[in-house]
């Protein structure tokens, strides 16, 4: 994700930075207006960056993060970790920290990407209008002001991408099944997905009003979503799964 945020940065001459990665393959992120060091301990002395942004996994955060609390005063702090609280991140960083929270997804390496963004106490209008910057070059941006919103947003939005690859898989698996050519069943499950998904953001309609639209009573598509909707059993794991998803994102902050 934090190679996708730069990517979009670079597009948008939002590049003076300086990347934080101790992989060697992040080496391949240098370029012009962008410098590379393996940790915080290569950062210049001089150093003192308008935004730092905590692009790793939540995991790691209490090993990562209270590295950086000496540049968090003078700084805006935008994390992307799934779970970790700004409370959580205050005690890493300092209680001055000014902490602005965003879920953003996968499809931001495409500039598609959605981000739901919370900001905490202290944060100046200044630093809200450049984490918008930071978040737009990679997509659509929608603020909230109630942080615990974030859990849901992460299982919906943020996880939500595997479930339409899942989608995409499983359709390619039962076209093969039915017959069809590997590469043909592909193509048909990968165009398929995609198309909807690129007719549903340019429609004003909703996506249940679509659905129906393709559903001719007594048809092909009645008949696949008898199956799928039967008890409701589609519908009742996608619940499940959102809250699940939802119960980790919380368990995350601890």
Request: charged share 15%; net charge negative.
């Amino acid at each position: 994700m934090g190679g996708a945020m730069l990517a979009g940065w670079r597009e948008h001459g939002l590049t003076t930075a300086i990347v934080v990665d101790p992989a060697p393959e992040a080496a391949a992120l240098a370029g012009p207006e962008v410098r590379v060091v393996a940790g915080p301990e290569n950062l210049p002395p001089d150093f003192a960056p308008a935004a730092i942004v905590l692009a790793v996994k939540p995991q790691f955060a209490t090993s990562v993060v209270p590295a950086y609390a000496a540049l968090a005063p003078g700084a805006v702090t935008l994390s992307i970790m799934a779970g970790r609280t700004i409370a959580g991140l205050r005690r890493l960083l300092g209680d001055e920290a000014a902490i602005v929270r965003a879920m953003p997804n996968t499809p931001a390496a495409i500039r598609r990407g959605i981000s739901v963004v919370c900001p905490g106490p202290g944060v100046t209008a200044m630093q809200l209008a450049l984490c918008d910057t930071l978040l737009v070059a990679v997509g659509s941006v929608a603020w909230v002001e109630d942080e615990a919103l974030l859990d849901a947003v992460t299982a919906v939005s943020g996880s939500g991408p595997a479930y339409v690859f899942l989608l995409a898989e499983l359709l390619e698996a039962a076209a093969r099944a039915e017959g069809l050519p590997p590469d043909l069943a592909r193509l048909l499950a990968r165009s398929t997905v995609a198309g909807s998904g690129a007719l549903l953001d340019a429609s004003d309609e909703d996506a249940e009003t679509l659905r129906r639209a393709v559903t001719s009573p007594n048809g092909t598509t009645e008949a696949a979503l008898a199956v799928l909707m039967a008890s409701a059993a589609w519908p009742a794991l996608l619940r499940q799964a959102v809250a699940a998803a939802t119960a980790r994102s919380r368990e995350l902050a601890s």
